[in-house]
């Protein structure tokens, strides 16, 4: 918990601890966070981490890290058939580039489109992807794990590649982290 806490994230990223879960492992420990740019909130999260002291099978360890990331996209990048495994890449890569050894990741990629209808008939059309993974942190180093996760949302909400010592080294298709769009629209609520 202690990491977590003290871990030093990209300006973007407002942190708030949340209630954890208590039915999931005997402890737990869970944080919310928000891209936030210029006032407006691109993307929003949650990351759990959970602890058995006498592990869990399915889990290969004694803890275990659950995320869930949520942006809104435009609506062109939401129709490209490749975005699903491009967003679970995203996840892989920001892992890899921290220095966050892990083990027996599992998770999803949804893409969901919405159209509003009568009274809501004001608002856009909006297209969200939403990435919940859990993954078994395999060297203890949680506020790697963290920052992971952090640019996991900062990608999502189509920033740029952060700098500095753990920013990847180059930018590919699905072997390297793939930026979005700029810039999107606020999430909507």
Do not use: K
């Given at each position: 918990?202690?990491?977590?806490?003290?871990?030093?994230?990209?300006?973007?990223?407002?942190?708030?601890?949340?209630?954890?879960?208590?039915?999931?492992?005997?402890?737990?420990?869970?944080?919310?966070?928000?891209?936030?740019?210029?006032?407006?909130?691109?993307?929003?999260?949650?990351?759990?981490?959970?602890?058995?002291?006498?592990?869990?099978?399915?889990?290969?360890?004694?803890?275990?890290?659950?995320?869930?990331?949520?942006?809104?996209?435009?609506?062109?990048?939401?129709?490209?058939?490749?975005?699903?495994?491009?967003?679970?890449?995203?996840?892989?890569?920001?892992?890899?580039?921290?220095?966050?050894?892990?083990?027996?990741?599992?998770?999803?990629?949804?893409?969901?489109?919405?159209?509003?209808?009568?009274?809501?008939?004001?608002?856009?059309?909006?297209?969200?992807?939403?990435?919940?993974?859990?993954?078994?942190?395999?060297?203890?180093?949680?506020?790697r794990h963290l920052a992971a996760w952090g640019d996991l949302l900062c990608t999502s909400a189509g920033l740029p590649p952060?700098?500095?010592?753990?920013?990847?080294?180059?930018?590919?298709?699905?072997?390297?982290?793939?930026?979005?769009?700029?810039?999107?629209?606020?999430?909507?609520?």
């Amino acid at each position: 918990m202690e990491a977590l806490s003290e871990a030093r994230l990209r300006p973007e990223i407002v942190l708030s601890p949340a209630p954890a879960p208590r039915r999931l492992a005997p402890h737990s420990f869970a944080l919310t966070a928000s891209v936030e740019v210029d006032g407006e909130e691109l993307a929003d999260g949650r990351l759990v981490l959970l602890h058995d002291p006498d592990g869990q099978e399915a889990w290969n360890g004694d803890f275990r890290v659950v995320t869930m990331t949520r942006a809104e996209l435009e609506p062109e990048m939401a129709g490209d058939p490749m975005l699903s495994e491009v967003g679970w890449a995203w996840l892989l890569d920001a892992l890899q580039a921290h220095g966050a050894g892990y083990a027996e990741p599992s998770g999803t990629v949804s893409l969901s489109a919405s159209q509003y209808f009568g009274g809501l008939a004001d608002r856009p059309s909006s297209t969200e992807i939403e990435i919940r993974a859990s993954w078994t942190p395999a060297d203890g180093r949680f506020e790697r794990h963290l920052a992971a996760w952090g640019d996991l949302l900062c990608t999502s909400a189509g920033l740029p590649p952060a700098s500095g010592p753990h920013a990847p080294a180059e930018v590919t298709s699905l072997g390297g982290v793939v930026p979005m769009p700029a810039r999107r629209r606020p999430r909507s609520h």
